[in-house]
């Protein structure tokens, strides 16, 4: 079996660097310098384009940004689909919109090739220990087949049901995510404003019930910091939290709470840096009520 791995950006780099310990790889990238530059530093091959697969190639892996590109490489420019061989499997590890996902899996089913999502959670850390947690959605037979792959980058992988579910769970986790970190930074800013250094609050709220992925992780390494830097940028995650109310509105639910977080995610973009980095959402917060969040 030969992989394919196609998007080397922030994760798709040390998910291809940790694949490629385990089996043999193949490299793509639109940066055509970049993916040569990786292919000779973990001593494998790069392709220049995909106009031709090797014959050797029997499964891709794609972690680029947004399902338009998957549906560009997969049907419509690249037509990958197209060029794989009867028994093939596609792993895609973007963040895709369910719907994109589902149809693309019949597709795929309708040539004989296996088709899964598995967008993954944990930023550029957990992709370079290979401890991303990942969501999958496929059948059981096809997550089988897959797990060689995934374990590679995995520290726990969560099947949660057909295709698209698992580009589901990732929209909602993400979701839930930034309300977290738009919930603590109303919370710093009230604690700031009565006179409780931020440092101080978030070593409460880490000792206490507030806690989470957010306050944990997030807000000491990148917000107190002021370095704003995750690697997870801001319109990835507002893609996300498009695709998160696109299933809770299609499914007629009431959200106020998280609608209220997208709301304010969205406006954040007006604050945020160059790149802008998903936890300058406090930025939203430290403009509107005049006082800095940070350390």
Do not use: C
Not at 94 to 101: A, D, N, Q, Y
Not at 167 to 181: E, G, Q, R, V, W
């Amino acid at each position: 079996m030969t992989i394919l791995f196609i998007g080397l950006g922030a994760m798709g780099e040390p998910m291809a660097r940790n694949i490629a310990r385990t089996a043999d790889v193949l490299l793509y990238d639109v940066n055509a310098e970049a993916a040569t530059r990786l292919a000779e530093d973990i001593g494998v091959s790069a392709l220049d384009t995909l106009d031709v697969l090797p014959d050797s190639v029997d499964t891709v892996v794609l972690m680029v940004p947004n399902s338009r590109i998957v549906e560009s490489l997969l049907v419509e420019d690249a037509k990958l689909l197209n060029k794989l061989p009867a028994g093939s499997l596609i792993i895609d590890m973007s963040s895709s919109e369910p719907g994109s996902t589902a149809e693309l899996a019949k597709r795929a089913s309708s040539r004989s090739v296996a088709y899964i999502d598995a967008p993954v959670s944990g930023g550029v850390a957990k992709a370079k220990t290979g401890e991303l947690a990942v969501m999958v959605g496929a059948t059981p037979e096809s997550l089988q087949r897959a797990r060689p792959i995934l374990d590679a980058v995995a520290g726990s992988v969560h099947h949660v049901g057909g295709p698209g579910a698992g580009d589901a769970a990732k929209a909602l986790n993400n979701l839930l995510s930034a309300t977290n970190i738009a919930a603590a930074a109303e919370i710093l800013t009230a604690a700031t404003r009565f006179g409780i250094a931020p440092e101080a609050m978030l070593g409460v709220i880490n000792a206490s019930t507030g806690r989470s992925q957010a306050t944990e992780v997030k807000y000491p390494a990148f917000v107190l910091s002021g370095s704003f830097a995750s690697g997870f940028g801001m319109d990835l995650m507002l893609k996300d939290l498009a695709i998160a109310k696109s299933l809770t509105s299609g499914a007629g639910l009431d959200t106020p709470v998280t609608d209220a977080a997208g709301t304010i995610a969205n406006a954040s973009r007006e604050y945020a840096g160059t790149p802008p980095d998903h936890t300058e959402i406090v930025r939203y917060y430290e403009n509107a009520n005049d006082v800095l969040v940070r350390a």
